[in-house]
């Protein structure tokens, strides 16, 4: 006896609004019940333009044009991320719906925890009630940082991520809040927005964290300013990056205010660049 079911939905299932895309059911067992709705039982896969959904049931109902789907449900875009949920209500193009205890995996490097996850479009991830941090998350334990927000708005066209409501929490602590925040996410290499956060922790300055925002100055220009925050310390940190045809350049510098040496406002700067000249020869500074 077969244990799973291949079937073409484009061929099968008439009802279905597939257009002339191909979309791919694997399930233990599938029946058409009463109303020709479609239950998949156990092991459930759906591949459709490259998106893959892993679930253990899924009911379609053709009265409503709704999927019915109980998790764990996993699914995977061809950019790498991935939403994972408990219960979802989708459309059978998987552009539209409601997906719940979903938490949102960008690039393996950011993750959301939400209540609720609603699609919109096929182009648009609301979540609602969300933890979002880069760090490793174990059982019950805070991670090092996280970003809570009663929403986040994650547009897949554009890459952006806009937070309402968000507060900065770090060890678990309420260190910052604004109104409204937005940050590309990691897919973006250059686009003028916050970045993730980092921590340093050192003999001198204790244990800090910083919140880079990098600005897009051209396509051969870019500026990051990065404060640095500690109890010993008040830092401006910058790094400021030109590319010409023959080199680059690069400066690094910083603006600081500390408990090592009171009532002193002190900077530094350093530069470093490289060019090739003519013959082999080449110019350092």
């Known amino acids: 006896m077969l244990r799973r079911l291949v079937l073409i939905l484009t061929l099968l299932l008439a009802p279905l609004p597939l257009a002339a895309a191909e979309a791919v059911l694997l399930a ?30 899924i009911t379609y109902d053709p009265a409503t044009d709704r999927l019915q789907i109980e998790g764990p449900i996993v699914i995977v875009r061809p950019d790498g991320s991935e939403l994972v949920a408990s219960a979802a209500e989708l459309d059978p193009r998987l552009r539209n719906g409601l997906l719940r205890g979903a938490r949102l995996v960008l690039q393996e490097r950011l993750q959301f925890e939400a209540a609720e996850v609603a699609r919109i479009e096929g182009r648009y991830n609301r979540l609602t009630q969300v933890a979002a941090t880069s760090c490793h998350v174990c059982g019950d334990e805070n991670p090092l940082w996280v970003i809570t927000a009663s929403e986040v708005l994650h547009d897949e066209e554009t890459h952006q991520l ?32 916050f970045l993730v956060p980092s921590t340093q922790t050192s003999d001198q300055l204790g244990l800090g964290w910083r919140i880079p925002y990098f600005i897009v100055l051209g396509n051969n220009r870019d500026l990051t300013l990065t404060p640095f925050i500690s109890p010993i310390t008040s830092t401006l940190e910058l790094r400021y990056r030109q590319a010409y045809a023959n080199g680059d350049l690069e400066l690094n510098g910083a603006l600081t205010q500390d408990r090592l ?6 900077a530094y700067v350093f530069a470093d660049a490289g060019f090739d000249l003519a013959d082999n020869f080449k110019l350092g500074l």
Request: glycine share 10%; no cysteine.
């Open 28 to 57: 233990d067992t599938v029946t058409v019940g009463p109303g020709n709705r479609l239950i998949a039982n156990g092991h459930v896969e759906v591949i459709y333009e490259g998106v893959r959904l892993t679930a253990s049931r």
């Open 162 to 193: 806009y937070f309402t409501n968000a507060k900065l929490r770090f060890l678990g602590l309420p260190i910052m809040w604004v109104p409204r925040l937005r940050m590309p996410d990691p897919t973006v290499d250059r686009a003028t927005g």
């Open 261 to 266: 040496l009171p009532g002193q406002l002190r």
